[in-house]
């Protein structure tokens, strides 16, 4: 069994400790570089409008996709070799498209770079439960925190960069991290058995069965975290496509004002990401952080339909409050798991379905608005979007794992 005394954060694992902050600020810097300078881009290139609607909607898809594909290639090369690989792609994609000539090159490289960030977005969770079983609470909050850190960062510093030196600077100084990143987990793996033999950890690290992730979708519990990811991915995407467009129609505000007020919603995300998962290893108490993501979400929705203009800061805050799920889910899939290969897979399977879901809303809320003219009906949708939190807590918060469920319904794991 695991000694469940926690030990110093970098005891015997200061490489694994690096390696998870690089990793984590990565894989958000990579994503959010682009977007605030792309004028700059196409002042040199044409880059069509069709080609700038792919680069936005290529997030969620490779993220999804790269989420059952990573739980195959993990079974191959193990945890340790993914993100190092993940980051040396990353690395590359960066340079890549920070040389791009043409619309196609930015959009290949732009694209070989979300699937490399979508396979370091399933590695990380099963990576702190393997080298931090003890600190699985803080070392979410931790990577969670540097995940928002990093949303928010990048577009901050991208046009000052690339006023003094250039947009191609701008969009290629962030492989320095990504590079960095790949130091500690290729060192971690060319001492493997030493390193291995230091963990804290128990569970068999051989290579799982090759079923695991095919037994998930007759999972409950699955779904639930699944469906809980793709709520708080939906929400963020849909309101990083939409919101400031319905903040400027019904609230009246004008369009600076309404960057600022989504730089707001953004920033949400941070102190979430440090609470939740101290919460929820501490006390156990999924069910509060639930009940607050549907409380302030339907309050949000409540408020944007009856009286935008009254308390819209209120109301981007309370919007905002969901994303407190994000955190949550990754902590989950780590306590609603008890062996290597099922956390894996289970991180895979909910990144999956959740980023799925996350890349039709913006699409959605695209068609309801185009087909009624309104936004009223598109805040309905979103309001619905918060009502799933319902049953999926009510199946999260009972306590026990992936491997139970399977044993209780289907026999041995």
Known sequence: MTDPRPRSLWRGRLLA?????????????AVAALSPIISEV????????WVVGLIGTAPPVCF???GIVTPTLERRFGLERLAAASMLIVTAALITRSLAGDAATLLL???????AVGVGNVVLPPLIKTYFPDRVGTMTALYSALLAMAAFVPPLVAVPVADAAGWRFS????????????????????RANVARAQAPVTVDLDAPAPGVLGRLPRLALAWALAGTFGISAASVYACFAWLPVVLVDIAGVSHAEAGALLSLFGAMGLPWSIIVPILITRSRRVGVVYAAALIAGLTGVAGMLIAPAAATILWVVLLGTPQALFPAVLVLIQLRSRTHEGSVALSGFAQSVGYGIAALFPLMFAVVHELTGQWQPVLIVFGLLFLATIPTGLIVTRPRTIEDEWEHRHGTW
Do not use: C, E, K, Y
């Open 42 to 49: 196409q002042a040199d290139f044409a880059v069509p409008t």
């Open 17 to 29: 400790l690096v390696g998870v902050v690089l990793v984590a600020f990565s894989l958000r810097s």
């Open 109 to 115: 490289a732009t694209t070989v770079l979300f699937a």
């Open 64 to 66: 999804a996709v790269f």
């Open 171 to 190: 969009l290629g100084m962030w492989a320095i991290l990504a590079l960095l990143a790949v130091v500690p987990w290729v060192t971690l793996v060319a």
